[in-house]
């Protein structure tokens, strides 16, 4: 069984030999910068340049040689953009902090000294009042690919991996106004004044559709599958209201998928953080296969609550371990522990892949990362 | 329903122009603006009861502290003198180094509607600056530190440390809150006090509040 088959057999929900793994490639499953260096370290590899993948988050692309020693059956390739001439796209920095403003005219800030990662700083429209100050907002064109541009993917389909594009147009629906507005507008202006917001959502949607078309045109036939985010939970509960997620944001995520899956055969993963547990049935109904990043410490996100009443109907990517506490903060046995507990509660009847609870961060100890690693090995096979 | 349980109503429902029209109106007819500022604080009480529940979310909680702090703009020039007005100051900032500010303006912002004045020091605040805010609030008896990434909590830590160099930590009782942070971890540093989202982050701030009085 090759990697591809793997997921593939654990996506429909049967065992295959092994449960797949994803470190350091799906969408938020990744390294961060610092937390790579002490991987290559580890395995003592001196000869590899960083190559950023996210700049926002500070995350990067692992090298084929690192997910190998790793044992990964997941590669995400590096798509080469034609990047749009865009009124807002800038980076520059000063004596404190470094500054970049991408193509929402989203500005992040990276202090120089003890930060880790672009922070979101500025948006255009955050003064906005009305429709018509919104209009000053000028959208991003949604990027083209280079011709032929095949190899890399080719490479992957090749040597039976499982491939993931993780790359997005701006982010979900419910998370990209905020890009734009600020998160206290945007959030206030979907119960004030939703006549603002639709709008914005249905032509997000459009570009999106333009988006995957794009990358359709040059990828075909060789992605496996799509990952789109949309961060609909807190620690405690949703952002907003199951309800106002079902009537504004759920269609727009359903016509999604279809367009995307009338296009392509792929599967879909939505990457939606925290306390979602009130929306997984809605998540199933716009038409995802995946689920990530199964954030477990979350309220009503019990991994054998998800497994009992979502396990059949929908893949569970992640989940593996708690990084909010236990990979960053635990001893290595507390690791082994909790990597052993969960997946005796995802894996049977396939439906799962291992992966951690969203990208390994710089504050995770290597010995804690090789806790898991091992455990992982160690309870793998069905 | 009497003019302060109309602008009650219309606090919850996140009116704000509706708030300011009808304070004006009951200030007008005659109504004790301490009355209407009870009336105000009360009604976000029952705002952040309700989240607190899960009844209501972010949103709700949300346009509703906009429409208190519109409130408070016409209120306030007819508090001047009233001394149960302010029930005390609350400094307020995301630690060192991390520059997440959804929460903390959240929590600022229910900290503020149940009485207290908000000195919000932004974000990636230096221990100097908090320091500094201490020192210049000799009356502020309750500090609040957001920190959302695992990577930043260390930092909370080390800001104790400094106010105890500086020889003012006992002046405030400092409350800790972000995604990462527990109860365990709060007692493990030496804070004061925890809240696991904004309302309960206001409801702390009156305790601890009171305990320092």
């Known amino acids: 069984m090759n990697s591809r ?13 092994r449960i797949p793994l994803d470190l350091g490639s799906g ?46 059956d997941v590669r995400n390739p590096r798509l080469k953009p034609i990047k749009p001439p865009n009124p807002y796209s800038r980076k520059w920095e000063d004596d404190e902090s470094y500054y970049a403003r991408n193509e929402w005219g989203t500005l992040y800030r990276m202090p120089k000294q003890k930060a880790l990662y672009f922070d979101l700083y500025d948006t255009v ?9 919104d209009r000053q907002f000028v959208w991003p064109v949604p990027e083209t690919f280079a011709p032929g541009d095949r190899k890399e993917l080719q490479d992957y389909h090749d040597a039976g991996y499982f491939t993931m ?3 997005v147009f701006g982010n979900g629906f419910l998370q990209t106004g905020p890009l734009v507005w600020r998160y206290e507008n945007w959030l206030a202006m979907l119960l004030a004044e939703p006549e603002r917001c639709i709008p914005f959502m249905e032509k997000l949607l459009e570009k999106k559709k333009e988006y995957y078309d794009n990358i359709f045109a040059v990828y075909g036939g060789l992605i496996d599958s799509t990952a789109e985010p949309d961060d609909f939970g807190t620690q405690r509960s949703t952002f907003v209201s199951p309800k106002l997620i079902r009537e504004m944001m759920m269609p727009c995520h359903k016509k999604l998928n279809a367009h995307i899956k009338s296009k392509q055969h792929v599967k879909t993963m939505l990457h939606t953080c925290g306390s979602v547990h009130a929306i997984i049935p809605d998540i199933i109904d716009a038409g995802y296969d995946i689920l990530n990043p199964v954030q477990i410490a979350a309220t009503n996100m019990e991994p054998e609550r998800l497994k009992k009443e979502f396990g059949g109907q929908i893949t569970f990517w ?34 799962f892949v291992f992966s951690t609870v969203h990208n390994v961060q710089d ?13 992982f090995q160690d309870n793998c096979k069905y | ?31 004790k603006p301490i009355d209407v500022l009870q009336g105000m604080i009360d009604a976000m009480g029952v705002v952040g009861e309700k989240f607190k529940a899960g009844e209501i979310y972010v949103p709700e909680m949300l346009i509703a502290a906009r429409a208190m702090k519109k409130g408070l703009e016409v209120i306030r020039p007819h508090l001047v003198g009233e001394s149960n007005a302010v029930i005390g100051k609350f400094i307020v900032g995301t630690v060192a180094g ?5 929460g903390k303006n959240l929590v600022a912002m229910m900290v503020e509607s149940q009485g207290f004045e908000v000195i919000d020091l932004g974000v990636d605040v230096k221990a100097e600056k908090f320091i500094e805010a201490i020192k210049a609030n000799p009356d502020c008896r309750v500090l609040g530190i957001s920190a959302l990434l695992t990577t930043t909590m260390p930092a909370v830590k080390e800001m104790l440390n400094a106010f105890e160099a500086a020889g003012v930590r006992k002046q405030v009782k400092v409350m800790v809150g972000g995604a990462p942070i527990t109860q365990g971890f709060v007692d493990s540093i030496g804070a004061d006090g925890f809240a696991a989202d904004a309302a309960t982050a206001a409801s702390k701030a009156k305790e601890l509040n009171r305990s320092l009085n």
């Open chain 1, 5 to 17: 088959e793997r997921v593939l057999c654990a996506l429909s929900h049967r065992e295959p030999d």
């Open chain 1, 27 to 72: 969408h938020c499953c990744k390294f961060t910068k610092y937390f790579y260096v002490k991987l290559l370290d580890y395995f003592g590899i001196k000869d590899e340049q960083l190559e950023i993948c996210s700049l926002p988050y500070q995350v990067v692309y692992a090298s084929d040689r690192v997910l190998d020693l790793l044992k990964c």
């Open chain 1, 318 to 351: 992640g989940g593996g371990i708690n990084t909010q506490a236990t990979l960053p903060n635990g001893t290595p046995q507390q690791v082994r522990d909790e990597t052993k507990r969960l997946i005796d509660i995802f894996a049977p009847g396939g439906g």
């Open chain 2, 1 to 31: 329903m009497s003019k302060i349980q109309e602008i009650s109503a219309a606090i919850e429902a996140g009116k704000g122009k509706d708030v300011q029209d009808l304070i004006a109106a009951a200030i007008i007819e005659g109504a």
């Open chain 1, 165 to 167: 594009i993780t790359e």
């Open chain 1, 363 to 375: 504050d995770v100890p290597i010995e804690n990362f090789m806790a898991m690693w091992e455990t």
């Open chain 1, 125 to 133: 429209l955050k003064d906005s009042e009305s429709v018509e100050e």
């Open chain 2, 98 to 102: 991390d520059l997440h500010d959804i």
